[in-house]
């Protein structure tokens, strides 16, 4: 996953964790090398296999990526998605696809966790005692 070196791996982390920080809701981001369906399905296995469902609120949001087909999704657990709808996670998309277009993957994928987490925050705001139920590292498969 040549895009994707360690410093890429930790300003991505870094970015979840700062929205993490205002926020009940989770992030997560997975990489895979390929993906021989379609992106959407393949993200929501991942989200399943994650468990991302079992969030208390369940507002986790996972943002796929297949490097090598350079396809990827974005999906929202049911908490936020009926908050924000299907307009906010193609917003999401499309602000990502400029900055991947511009050969600026790490940037794009920043930016759609800003944004993200912006929308978490306004909906699933942190609480005291907040628990991060999910981890905030890049989660890599090893789809090939």
């Known amino acids: 996953m040549s895009y994707f070196n360690e410093e890429s791996k930790l300003s991505i982390k870094e970015a979840i964790e700062r929205a993490e920080k205002q926020t009940s809701g989770e992030i997560c981001v997975f990489l895979d090398k390929r993906c021989k369906t379609d992106p959407f399905e393949k993200a929501l296995e991942h989200f399943h296999k994650l468990k991302m469902t079992e969030t208390k609120?369940?507002?986790?949001?996972?943002?796929?990526?297949?490097?090598?087909?350079?396809?990827?999704?974005?999906?929202?657990?049911?908490?936020?998605?009926?908050?924000?709808?299907?307009?906010?996670?193609?917003?999401?998309?499309?602000?990502?696809?400029?900055?991947?277009?511009?050969?600026?993957?790490?940037?794009?994928?920043?930016?759609?966790?800003?944004?993200i987490g912006e929308a978490l925050k306004m909906y699933f705001p942190y609480e005291e005692g907040d628990v991060n139920e999910l981890a905030n590292d890049v989660i890599t498969g090893d789809d090939d």
């Open 57 to 115: 609120l369940r507002n986790g949001a996972l943002i796929y990526i297949a490097t090598e087909d350079k396809v990827f999704a974005i999906l929202g657990d049911q908490g936020i998605h009926e908050k924000v709808g299907q307009e906010f996670w193609d917003q999401s998309k499309a602000i990502m696809k400029e900055h991947f277009m511009m050969g600026e993957v790490t940037t794009g994928i920043v930016k759609a966790i800003d944004q």
